[in-house]
């Protein structure tokens, strides 16, 4: 094996050779990591970092693991890939265990590489079975990249690729902290939930084919609706008029909320469509997963399903993918995920007490983010929705890779998301940079 380069020539090759994602290319500095193991990656002169974040919320068994590697060796040996038309076993066992791990009625998946081709398979499985076009989702929240789920979620990150298809339709978030409906009233009204209906008669009900939500809201500032009425709701509407449920598990899947899935948090809401990637592999092999109702599966019994792709059902990826829920079940990482939750929650609790910077925590599992601002009283955030980052949250980001510490920050957030297997020590570790951190903020509000 040759040895990793210099850690100058690393980040030199990767600027020079390659593109960042969502980045301005000639500012961003990379960590040229080397190798990681557990909740930890180093860099190639051997500093060590605490992964707060999974990566992109994704490696949620963390780095390493080698029942998940060992399977990938062994799949890679035997048979790497097939051409999408033929069965292999990988395929058909995962196929099988999501049926029986999926809430409802879910029963066929269609696999791909990514959360994004899993949602714009979604949406054209949806418009396919309903003949209708239009797909209705939330303004704050994330489906993907491509032209139709950069539509659906909403997130800014669309804006300079618009127009993008014109079938998609936003509406309002349950944003309890700055609610258009009901932030200065003692509780949720609601209105987050009804307003949808009334977007749904302009629209015309015979023209949608499906609402688009996030299981437990993620990079938008894991936004959940204060009242789990909120989903009992939603799932009448779409009841109602004939609209489909899809329900986007890509980032609060696999135990990130306590639960196997974030929709879990809300027993009887059934989806008609569930869509999965990230925690689905742990990011070890590139993994996509659309699953669609038993009822669904049978119409493209008889009718052709227009998706697909090269690598759909990837006999590698599928082998990842069971190895992978193999070690939350064996493990023990969902129940370990809501044992820890509390542990998390409180940490930031007692952070958001010493730091007035802090707006609000929110989330549940090991999915949290606090949320900071300017000023308590009038919320004003540290750094504005779809602005770049303000000084202060420029600095406070430096702050944590500079004590070695890897975590999300965007606008006025950040982002505490764990692997699941982090111990109650290493939380205390990821704690006591971010008090130190927080310092920052604290000194820049008004």
């Not at 960042?20 to 930890?40: D, H, K, L, M």
């Not at 390493?64 to 990938?72: H, L, P, Q, S, W």
């Not at 989806?271 to 038993?294: F, N, Q, R």
């Not at 542990?343 to 007035?356: I, K, S, T, Y």
């Amino acid at each position: 094996m040759t040895a990793p380069a210099a850690q100058n020539e690393i980040i030199d090759l990767n600027k020079e050779y390659t593109l960042f994602s969502w980045a301005v290319q000639g500012a961003v500095n990379p960590i040229p990591a080397v190798r990681a193991e557990g909740v930890y990656f180093w860099d190639a002169d051997g500093k060590r970092y605490l992964d707060f974040n999974s990566q992109l919320m994704n490696v949620n068994i963390g780095h390493g693991n080698r029942t998940v590697i060992e399977a990938i060796k062994q799949q890679a040996e035997s048979l790497s890939y097939m051409y999408p038309g033929i069965a292999t076993d990988p395929r058909g066992r995962l196929g099988e265990k999501l049926a029986e791990i999926t809430p409802g009625l879910l029963k066929k998946t269609f696999f791909c590489l990514s959360g994004t081709e899993a949602n714009e398979s979604a949406f054209k499985l949806a418009r396919q079975y309903t003949g209708r076009q239009k797909i209705l989702g939330r303004f704050r929240a994330f489906h993907g990249q491509g032209f139709a789920s950069q539509q659906a979620g909403g997130d800014p990150r669309r804006i300079p690729n618009e127009p993008g298809v014109p079938w998609v339709v936003n509406f309002h978030d349950p944003y309890r902290y700055r609610c258009l409906f009901c932030r200065d009233l003692d509780k949720c009204n609601l209105m987050c939930a009804n307003h949808i209906e009334q977007v749904v008669q302009f629209e015309g009900p015979e023209t949608i084919a499906a609402i688009v939500l996030e299981g437990y809201s993620g990079s938008s500032g894991i936004i959940a609706p204060p009242d789990p009425e909120y989903w009992t709701i939603v799932r009448r509407i779409c009841d109602k008029y004939g609209i489909l449920l899809i329900v986007d598990e890509v980032m609060s899947g696999f135990g990130r909320t306590g639960k196997w899935f974030g929709i879990d948090n809300y027993p009887g809401i059934n989806p008609d469509i569930m869509t999965m990637a990230k925690g689905l592999t742990s990011g070890y092999v590139p993994l996509g997963a659309t699953i669609v109702s038993e009822e669904i599966g049978k119409y493209f019994d008889t009718h052709a399903m227009m998706v697909g792709g090269t690598y759909s059902s990837h006999t590698l990826a599928c082998a990842a993918a069971l190895a992978c829920i193999q070690v939350y079940e064996e493990e023990g990482l969902i129940d370990r995920a809501a044992t820890m939750g509390p542990v998390l929650e409180r940490g930031l609790r007692d952070l958001q007490a010493e730091h007035p910077s802090i707006g609000e925590v929110r989330g549940t599992g090991l999915f949290y983010v606090m949320e900071l601002v300017k000023n308590r009283g009038t919320r004003e955030p540290m750094s504005e929705f779809n602005k770049p980052l303000t000084e202060p949250m420029k600095k406070l980001s430096a702050f944590l890779a500079s004590k070695g510490m890897f975590a999300f920050v965007r606008w006025n957030m950040v982002f505490a998301v764990p692997p699941l297997i982090i111990t109650e020590e290493q939380l205390q570790e990821g704690l006591s940079i971010l008090n130190d951190a927080l310092s920052i903020t604290d000194q820049a509000m008004e």
